[in-house]
Antibody, heavy 122, light 107 residues
Framework: QVQLVESGGGVVQPGRSVRLSCAAS????????MYWVRQAPGKGLQWVAV????????FYEDSVKGRFTISRDNSMDTLYLQMNSLRGDDTAIYYCAKDNGKLTPHYYFESWGQGTLLTVSS | EIVMTQSPATLAVSAGERVTLSCGASQGVSSNLAWYQQKPGQAPRLLIFGASNRATDIPARFSGSGSGTEFTLTISSLQSEDLATYYC?????????FGGGTKVEIK
């Protein structure tokens, strides 16, 4: 079955950078758009970024544009989120999620990883 | 940005009762609406897509309805394992947006 395993979270100082990873298995990774969604402690869900199945198209939530970069390595079945210029309000659990549509995205989140907690604090 | 509003914020219901959760969109999203369940300490799980289509392995007691700006998630007979926060999400326009959630508690 679909498995998504995030890693790379931890405690980082404001202004620094970190890269999150999401290892995928149980499906043909290269056929599906992938997402990052975050959840601040005790708060709701916020979509962060999306990347098309082939990596050609990417979209970002406004507050992370210019600071975060989503990418993927289809040969390694891995999704990434490069996060620069981190701020306190980036503190959250970061989930990777899989789209429902093969090649043509549907833009909702069919499967989710367990998340990785990133804390931005000095 | 399409703003999604959920009500109520919290709901306490007895096991076996019918539960109705509401989700409103600030502009029409047609049927581009999904519902998720998030149990304490767990990742969200897709329940409903296309406003009314149950996702794989979702029990029949969960149903969704609505289109345009008003949507409803119904749990026909609440089970103890349904204790969770429920979120709606629109996927008509960027950015993809979620409602603030409705927390369902068991009386």
């Amino acid at each position: 079955q679909v498995q998504l395993v995030e890693s790379g979270g931890g405690v980082v100082q404001p202004g620094r950078s970190v890269r999150l990873s999401c290892a995928a298995s149980g499906f043909r990774f290269s056929d599906f758009a992938m997402y990052w969604v975050r959840q601040a402690p005790g708060k709701g869900l916020q979509w962060v970024a999306v990347i098309a199945y082939d990596g050609r198209n990417k979209f970002y939530e406004d507050s992370v544009k210019g600071r975060f970069t989503i990418s993927r390595d289809n040969s390694m079945d891995t999704l990434y989120l490069q996060m620069n210029s981190l701020r306190g309000d980036d503190t959250a659990i970061y989930y990777c999620a899989k789209d429902n549509g093969k090649l043509t995205p549907h833009y909702y989140f069919e499967s989710w990883g367990q998340g990785t907690l990133l804390t931005v604090s000095s | 940005e399409i703003v999604m509003t959920q009500s109520p914020a919290t709901l306490a219901v007895s096991a076996g009762e019918r539960v109705t959760l509401s989700c409103g969109a600030s502009q029409g999203v047609s049927s581009n609406l999904a519902w998720y369940q998030q149990k304490p300490g767990q990742a969200p799980r897709l329940l409903i897509f296309g406003a009314s289509n149950r996702a794989t392995d979702i029990p029949a007691r969960f149903s969704g309805s609505g289109s345009g700006t008003e949507f409803t998630l119904t749990i026909s007979s609440l089970q103890s394992e349904d204790l969770a926060t429920y979120y709606c999400q629109q996927y008509l326009k960027w950015p993809l947006t979620f409602g603030g959630g409705t927390k369902v508690e068991i009386k």
